[in-house]
């Protein structure tokens, strides 16, 4: 058996995906109300296009992409446009949305879409069909998809990496969506590859999914260019840097991307929405969301629409076994905590994670014990206990010559510190502010 590819660093936080990894994706009722964000992909926001009182109907563009980094958003729901307003939004704060009332009916916008039967010929016209459909990397970054499928003249891409680790614990929509929508995301991967023109690709895999692992092989078994690798089972396997050296033995400079190695990463979920926008002329409109939690009576992975409060998502799993402590989008290493259930699903939420109020307390730092154990696994090779405490002294420009924005914000130091330490919000904090002061000059 060939050896599981990884890379140096890393943990290994316990999984809890046993409830959800046989769960097969439910498709979840239409949502009667939705609130759809203007801005749920880095870079700029939408613009709207609609007024209130407008009719829509479902996959219509709603909000038009403002700028290269940007991408339009969508209708997921037929009904009447009835506020554009600031409203509750995951990464925080109010920030403007389209409220539309459904009617209940899914009445669909006719799409235009390229011939099943032909192989896309034009890659401008693929990438701008994916740029229109407002296609976003769904592993939670939301990067916009025709960017990273639009590389600089001046770098050659050789490699895709088509990413299937999902090693964020709890999350299993990933792992459903190889199981039960293979062929789709390969055929997404197949046309990844004709953009780019990409002499080989890989899909990488981590081996606690043994049944997705099994499924992409066999889609994959006549295609001579994609090759699927098992990974081992460690955290964070899926970022972007480590699947690249994990598979290719090629490391991201500091500050540099994928392609400064010849590399272009995207999410299996990502593959399966350029199939249903470049063959189906789908827009994205929905997304599989895990939705999960020790407290949540039937965790389930659902194929929801965007804009569906995480309330609903809850209701729809038979609620809570008792009051909840904390709902994070997302999952417990990298997730964001709510302030609200009210706040909408938007392209980069990949679970809803529900915890009790006994997981949700946030222990009381004590101090460094010098052990290096946040060294020995932080996957980006930095110093986080001498970068602590460097920010702990708001010495700014020395955590800067030492790295701190390289760190991923994965979470491993915060964990594994037997002391407590938030180390992640400590970076968090000290990004911002060189970010901040380099900018002003």
Not at 144 to 161: A, C, M, N
Not at 291 to 296: A, E, L, N, Q, S
Not at 382 to 388: D, K, N, R, W, Y
Request: hydrophobic letters at 35%; one cysteine or more; charged letters at 20%.
């Amino acid at each position: 058996m060939p050896r599981k590819k990884t890379f140096p660093g890393g943990g290994h936080p316990a999984p809890n995906k046993g409830r959800t990894q046989v769960s097969m994706i439910l498709d979840m009722p239409l949502p009667q109300r939705v609130v759809i964000p203007l801005h749920q992909h880095t870079g700029a926001p939408a613009e709207p296009i609609v007024a209130v009182g407008d009719q829509v109907k479902t996959g219509q563009k709603i909000g038009e992409a403002q700028g290269y980094i940007s991408v339009p958003v969508h209708a997921s729901i037929s009904g009447t446009v009835t506020a554009i307003e600031p409203h509750l939004h995951p990464l925080g704060g109010r920030l403007p949305a389209v409220i539309i009332e459904g009617d209940g009916l899914d009445t669909w916008v006719e799409q235009p879409a390229l011939d099943k039967q032909k192989s896309p010929s034009d890659p401008k016209t693929v990438v701008e069909t994916i740029r229109e459909a407002g296609i976003v990397g769904l592993g939670g970054a939301a990067f916009p998809t025709h960017v990273k499928l639009s590389p600089p003249e001046d770098k050659s891409i050789d490699t895709f990496i088509l990413n299937g680790a999902e090693c964020e614990p709890y999350l299993t929509a990933d792992h459903r969506l190889m199981v039960e929508n293979s062929d789709q995301i390969v055929a997404g991967a197949k046309i990844i590859l004709q953009i780019l023109g990409c002499r080989r690709g890989f899909i990488g895999i981590e081996t606690n999914k043994p049944d997705a692992l099994a499924a992409m092989r066999e889609q994959v078994r006549e295609e001579p260019n994609l090759e699927v690798v098992a990974l081992q089972v460690k955290y964070p396997q899926g970022a972007e840097k480590q699947l690249i050296w994990a598979i290719t033995k090629r490391e991201v400079p500091s500050g540099g991307l994928p392609l400064d190695v010849g590399c272009v990463v995207q999410n299996v979920g990502t593959a399966k929405a350029i199939y249903d926008a470049v063959v189906g002329g789908k827009p994205l409109v929905e997304r599989v969301v895990t939705v999960t939690g020790p407290i949540v009576r039937e965790p389930q992975n659902l194929r929801v629409r965007i804009g569906t409060p995480f309330s609903d998502l809850i209701q729809q799993c038979r609620g809570t076994t008792e009051q909840p402590g904390k709902l994070i989008m997302g999952g417990p290493m990298m997730g964001l905590a709510q302030v609200s259930d009210q706040a909408p699903v938007i392209k980069g939420t990949s679970g809803v994670l529900v915890l009790p109020p006994g997981q949700s307390v946030i222990p009381e730092a004590q101090t460094c014990i010098s052990c290096a154990r946040c060294v020995d696994t932080c996957p980006m090779k930095l110093v986080p206990t001498e970068l602590g405490k460097l920010i702990q002294r708001s010495r700014f420009q020395e955590a800067d010559k030492l790295g701190v924005l390289d760190c991923m914000e994965c979470g491993t130091c915060s964990y594994i510190c037997p002391s407590k330490i938030n180390l992640v919000h400590l970076f968090k904090f000290a990004k911002a502010k060189i970010l901040s002061e380099k900018r002003k000059n």
